[in-house]
């Protein structure tokens, strides 16, 4: 199975960086995405790691430690309009799992002036 | 423009009545995903499809509920007897199979079981 943790809230404020940490346990790996939600919105895509290294992609950064089972986003220069829950997802490796993705619980993101 | 429209937007229905949820792809894709995103928490994966056939299904799916696609094209996820449990958002994400990367969601169904 697949077991994914991340933080459940974090403050920052305008301007500022800040880094969400997302540890997973697998049974298969074939990458590990994130994506953003707004309240009352569905998620949205935002970045792609499959394997080791940081990928970035404007204000917003992907890591992944594949032998570590860690990733982190990095939100750079952050905007109020950042406010939003960050969800970490895994999918599944295995041959017949098709794109099947398991979430963490989000990361609720508050950005205060 | 996530390329797929689902309908109703939101439903509001009373504990035992059914329910039938709607996913239009715009253009061709062979899969289709269903996922149930209680608040608070992440999407949960329901079940997924290649054309018509449906090739896995989550323990979740119980057997109030049932998805179909008939075509290969739209998919409809219907949920009998409903609960208060059942009250979540149903996302959909259409995807073709060579395709790698990302799942795109469609903007989801509320559900709210009174």
């Known amino acids: 199975g697949q077991n994914i943790d991340q933080p459940t809230e974090m403050t920052a404020t305008e301007g500022a960086i800040v880094q969400i940490n997302c540890t997973y346990q697998t049974s298969g790996f074939n990458g590990l995405f994130w994506y953003q939600q707004h309240a009352g919105e569905a998620p949205t895509f935002l970045s792609y790691n499959v394997l080791d290294g940081l990928e970035e992609k404007g204000r917003f950064s992907s890591f992944l430690s594949r032998s570590k089972g860690y990733s982190y986003l990095l939100l750079k220069e952050l905007q109020m309009k950042d406010s939003a829950s960050y969800l970490c997802?895994?999918?599944?490796?295995?041959?017949?799992?098709?794109?099947?993705?398991?979430f963490g619980g989000g990361t609720r993101l508050m950005v205060k002036p | 423009d996530t390329g797929v429209s689902q309908n109703p937007r939101h439903k509001i229905t009373k504990r035992g009545q059914n329910v039938t949820f709607r996913c239009d792809p715009i253009s061709e894709h062979n899969r289709l995903y269903w996922y149930r995103q209680t608040l608070g928490q992440g999407p949960e994966f329901l079940t997924y499809?290649?054309?018509?056939?449906?090739?896995?299904k989550s323990r979740l799916l119980s057997d109030r509920f049932s998805a179909e696609r008939p075509k290969g094209s739209f998919s409809t996820l219907e949920i009998q007897r409903t609960e208060q449990g059942d009250s979540a958002m149903y996302l959909c994400a259409p995807k073709r199979e060579l395709e790698d990367g990302e799942l795109f969601f469609g903007e989801g169904s509320r559900l709210t079981v009174l």
């Open positions: 499809f290649q054309n018509e056939a449906q090739l896995e």
């Open positions: 997802a895994v999918r599944d490796g295995r041959r017949n799992a098709g794109n099947m993705l398991t």
